[in-house]
């Protein structure tokens, strides 16, 4: 691993505005912490893409962050984690730690709902990835996990569309499915899906614990920065949002998020 320093900033990287859950929680809770938030959302979203053209533009985004002088990078997305973390982790050679959102999800799962059945929401290429399947199998902890791919919330949240008739729509018909009775728990497999949480937990009538990966993930990463002793000690500078092509939802979700305005910079992944 290079040598690292606290002031150095993170690099958070999502297809879209999902990410935005996790880099808030980041700023929640370690606010000293700067930010450089690529969002691509000339290609969003992930979900439906193939497994060699979300590591392509997993690479190609690594590449802007390190160059950027990140101390760690967040990938930000499921697909992207299941798609691209360990040949990212290979790409970078030991340069930048690399953190995902399955694995922190994955070891809260096994900690906490041991003999339970927990139902699993995600994009198409995550759920057909198996690999929180896997894992929890691999956990030993006799969870029974109910797989089911929601395509139509991310391009919905993308849209804007949450918290009204057309969303709730949506999500009804999804947890309907056969698929999802009788589940302790619901892990939500996309960051983009914590936009609508309350949605899912009014559905349940707060009968069933839904779990986000945002403020879990937030924590791997403090422990990971404490650890190795690059917590930044106080609060200076700013943070940095880029895009790949503009769009007018980024734009608002990210003043929504952080309320304040920000600067978003265009950064193409291909000139």
């Known amino acids: ?11 958070v990287f999502d297809s879209g505005i999902g990410g935005l859950t996790v880099a808030h ?3 929640q809770m370690m606010p000293n912490e700067n930010l450089i938030y690529f969002g691509d959302t000339a290609h969003l979203p992930y979900g439906d893409k193939s497994e060699a053209a979300i590591q392509a533009y997993s690479i190609k985004i690594a590449d ?18 299941s798609a691209a973390y360990e ?16 694995d922190p999800m994955v070891n809260w799962v096994s900690e906490n709902f041991h003999d339970c059945t927990v139902g699993l929401i995600g994009t198409k290429r995550t759920i057909q990835s198996g ?7 691999a956990s030993g902890r006799n969870i029974i996990l109910h797989s089911l791919p929601t395509p ?27 698929l999802l009775e009788k589940i302790d728990a619901l892990i939500l497999g996309c960051t983009h899906y914590p936009l609508v949480k309350r949605e899912i937990l009014d559905f349940y009538k707060d009968a069933v614990t839904v779990l986000d990966s945002s403020a879990i993930v937030a924590k791997a990463l403090y422990d990971y920065l404490a650890s190795q002793d690059l917590l930044k000690d ?5 943070d940095h949002f880029l895009v790949s092509d503009f769009t007018e939802s980024f734009e608002a979700s990210t003043k929504l998020f952080f309320n304040e305005a920000v600067q978003l910079e265009k ?4 000139n």
């Open 25 to 27: 929680a980041i700023k």
């Open 267 to 270: 950064h193409p992944l291909w």
């Open 131 to 137: 690999i929180y399947a896997k894992k929890i199998d």
């Open 87 to 102: 040949l990212l982790k290979e790409y970078v050679q030991h340069s930048v730690k690399v953190i995902n959102v399955i």
């Open 152 to 178: 139509l919330l991310v391009p919905m949240i993308e849209e804007g569309f949450f918290n009204n008739k057309i969303s709730h729509d949506i999500i009804a018909k999804y947890l309907r499915d056969p």
């Open 64 to 81: 802007v962050l390190m160059k950027k002088n990140c101390k760690v990078i967040v990938i930000a997305c499921n697909s992207a984690s």
């Open 234 to 238: 106080e609060k200076n500078g700013q």
């Open 1 to 11: 691993m290079a040598t690292l320093t606290k002031a150095q900033p993170i690099g």
